[in-house]
T-cell receptor
Framework: DAKTTQPNSMESNEEEPVHLPCNHS???????IHWYRQLPSQGPEYVIH???SNVNNRMASLAIAEDRKSSTLILHRATLRDAAVYYC??????????FGKGTRLSVIA | GAGVSQSPSNKVTEKGKDVELRCDPI?????LYWYRQSLGQGLEFLIY????????KSGLPSDRFSAERTGGSVSTLTIQRTQQEDSAVYLC??????????FGSGTRLTVV
């Protein structure tokens, strides 16, 4: 499986933007970049995914580098409810998601 | 319902007993996945069902673990002769093609 590298933890102030980085230097042409998050005591939740172009949805934006070797999940305005572990995962075809350790985001009021 | 439903939400069992965990996926979702998450650990893939294809069992930790999916819908994960190291939250997810997964709330299994 292609691997991703994320910081273990990040901290943000409430109501400020958060940029969560992910490196995936060995990404292949068929790999989609998926982001999930897991709030405390809950199952993971789908956030966003993309292939080459930047993507926006109601939860977040995904900025993908031109060479696709890195990406950034952007939360435009962090709230306390965004405190979670954020997972960046490469997925190709029907292969199951493989979760790494993710980034634990803390949001400070 | 609109989401993935898992039951029971909590299960306490004695070491050596068999347990069955149930997952009811979103209607129409062709793919179903089982994961487990031990306390403070990441998610570990167990097994994956896609349509009528043979399941991908590559993540099952031992032959005490098995799963089936009946009629392309409900799935049951069975753990035989439970051990204390089986204690974890067992999560089920379903998806439609390459879309995002929807996870259930999980079953917290405690083996005493």
């Amino acid at each position: 499986d292609a691997k991703t590298t994320q910081p273990n933890s990040m901290e943000s102030n409430e109501e400020e933007p958060v940029h969560l980085p992910c490196n995936h230097s060995t990404i292949s042409g068929t790999d989609y970049i998926h982001w999930y998050r897991q709030l405390p005591s809950q199952g993971p939740e789908y956030v966003i995914h993309g292939l080459t172009s930047n993507v926006n949805n109601r939860m977040a934006s995904l900025a993908i580098a031109e060479d696709r070797k890195s990406s950034t999940l952007i939360l435009h305005r962090a709230t306390l409810r965004d405190a979670a572990v954020y997972y960046c995962i490469l997925k190709s075809g029907n292969t199951p998601l493989v979760f790494g350790k993710g980034t634990r985001l803390s949001v400070i009021a | 319902g609109a989401g993935v439903s898992q039951s029971p939400s909590n299960k306490v069992t004695e070491k050596g007993k068999d347990v069955e965990l149930r997952c009811d996926p979103i209607s129409g979702h062709t793919a179903l996945y089982w994961y487990r998450q031990s306390l403070g650990q990441g998610l570990e893939f167990l097994i994956y069902f896609q349509g009528n294809s043979a399941p991908d069992k590559s993540g099952l930790p031992s032959d005490r673990f098995s799963a089936e999916r009946t009629g392309g819908s409900v799935s049951t994960l069975t753990i035989q002769r439970t051990q204390q190291e089986d204690s974890a939250v067992y999560l089920c997810a379903s998806s439609l093609d390459i879309s995002g997964y929807t996870f259930g709330s999980g079953t917290r299994l405690t083996v005493v």
